[in-house]
């Protein structure tokens, strides 16, 4: 019976037609991708124009970190990572500092993208390896898809949401298929975001478990020697398979890589000016003003440089919990942006070196200015009616004060804010409408020095009857809290790409503000802003682009989600002279690990330090 039976459908299926093969979808092939205009560099370059191909190799340099670490797996949410794991990780694709839109080959030698974005493959090298000697595999890039979307960071799970599936073509050749609509910016996140992990090194091993054993990695570095809380060394790989490649060449040059770990951030310069580590990216006004006025400067055995950057300045602001019933009221979260005197603050305690932040896409293409173009109204009036009416007019100007610290003006405004929304003050103290109650806030913050800065503000919200006040915690405790939304306000930041996309939902997103530990760190709500979102992340055009980001910002800035704060377009690094690099600034900030331990420059720093040390 059961011949009889085939017999019979081979005879029904071959009077059946045969089925019209689907139509082969259309790939290009490429050797890196850009998400605004072409590639910089074209397939045949050799390596990267402010890399010095032929710099040396060796010598050892020391860096900082604030804080500690217990955990050698940077991928999880468990513990507190080291920092510098990155060195030992790679990744399909990597960025350049100078071509902030691409992305170039890495462990991938080319990518084929899908006409209808629909998948990705990549062709990945033969000779990558890890540093045990086995080849990067098809099956390790799938073994990771999996383990960082199950067991990975928050980050992770949200930014393969739309990574259907990873099938493997071959040993060396991987496609990735994506679901959702069209989305111009997934083969650029899978290519730099996913780690490439081995297989092999986690059979009997949790993935989602913190560990102080070394993942093995595949990149430039390893890690050497560490002491939890107090430092962690990675030693250069003399055999790394990509020391060669167009994108490295000339990068990774330190023999060693050595962080060590602060507990206070108060002794970070005092560490650095007496020697303690090598490089030192400043990031308080005062101290670039006033804290190196130390005699290895004036010998020149310490160099100090202002760096003019192209970056986008993204946000920087006091962040409202939202999940807290008391911030709810877009009127207090108002009113409370007019208690904040930038104007004082840069010219009394920055010595007016920042610029006020208006945008949460700053000093870029795509922050919102003036009043809205056609192609942003476009976007915007389907959701006219659940929209504040001054999304629709001029782009947000954060609130200016006279910089004497005496301004009364705008605290008369935020008082009016108030009012009209049913606050009053009794005894000296704003009363909640909705509980009856004083109005208590509570800043939350690892480091004592931006007391300086938040002191002002608070001494202003006091004068609006509010109880505020801050507490400071060590880093363990504040990335805990945060991480469980336990806080009133803090100071976040979200820095933005050239190309905003996929990395929106979890600023912003309404799922992502209900997970712990996304980086929508204000619980932001709103199905408006999810549907912008999704709008640009589908934007088939950089041209599309431009205008649904805008909108975007348009409705953030006019929800007073966060209290904006300041930017400055360069950096502030301090070093040891005892390093060379050369004289291109990549646009997207200093890249040290383009620099190089020059010998001749550290003999002549170890015998100044010496004449300084007999001189004191």
Known sequence: MGFLRSAVTAILLLSLPLPVAAEEVKTTKSHGLSLAGPLKYGPDFTHLDYVNPNAPKGGDVKLSAVGGFDNLNPFISRGQSANGLGLTFETLLTQSYDDPSAEYGLVAESIEVAEDLSFAIFNLRPEARFHDGTPITADDLIFSLAEVKEKGTPLFRYYYADVESAEKLGDHRIKFNFSGPPNRELPQIVGQLLPVLSKKHFEGRSFDETTLTPILGSGPYRVKSF????????????????????????????????????????????????????????????????????????????????????????????????????????????????????????????????????????????????????????????????????????????????????????????????????????????????????????????????????????????KLGIDASTRVVDTAQYTERLRNYDFDITTAGFGQSISPGNEQREFWGSEAGKRPGSRNVMGIDNPVVDALIENLISAPTYEDLIPAVRALDRVLTWNFYVVPQFHAAYDRIAYWNKFGHTDVNPGQGPDILAWWVDPEKEKRLQEGMKKLRQQQ
């Not at 603050?345 to 070196?353: G, T």
């Not at 192609?375 to 999304?391: G, M, N, S």
């Not at 935020?414 to 806030?441: C, Q, S």
């Open 227 to 462: 002491e939890p809380n107090r430092y962690i060394t990675y030693e250069r790989v003399d055999d790394y398979w990509g020391a060669d490649l167009p994108v490295n060449k000339g990068r990774y040059n330190f023999g060693t890589i050595r962080y060590d770990f602060y507990r206070d951030t108060a002794v970070l310069l005092e560490a650095f000016k007496a020697g303690e580590y090598d490089y030192r990216a400043e990031n308080s006004a005062k101290n670039w003003a006033t804290g190196y006025d130390f005699p290895a400067v004036k010998a020149g055995l310490v160099i100090l440089e202002e760096v003019p950057n192209e970056r986008s300045a993204g946000m920087q602001g006091y962040a409202f919990n939202l999940r807290r019933a008391k911030f709810q009221d877009p009127a207090l979260r108002e009113a409370l942006t007019y208690a904040f005197d930038f104007e004082w603050l840069n010219r009394n305690i920055f010595y007016d070196q920042y610029s006020r932040t208006n945008s949460f896409f700053e000093n870029s293409v795509m922050a919102a200015t003036g009043e809205p173009t056609k192609e942003e109204l476009a976007i915007l009036e389907p959701y006219r009616d659940q929209l504040p009416p001054r999304v629709f007019g001029p782009a947000y100007k954060a609130p200016v004060t006279d910089g004497s610290g005496q301004d009364r003006a705008p605290l008369r405004v935020a008082r009016k804010i108030l009012e009209d929304a049913g606050w009053e003050v009794k005894n000296g103290k704003l009363i909640d409408p909705n509980t009856g109650k004083p109005l208590t806030i509570e800043f939350l913050m690892y480091d004592p020095n931006s007391l300086r800065i938040t002191g002002p503000f608070i001494k202003n919200l006091k």
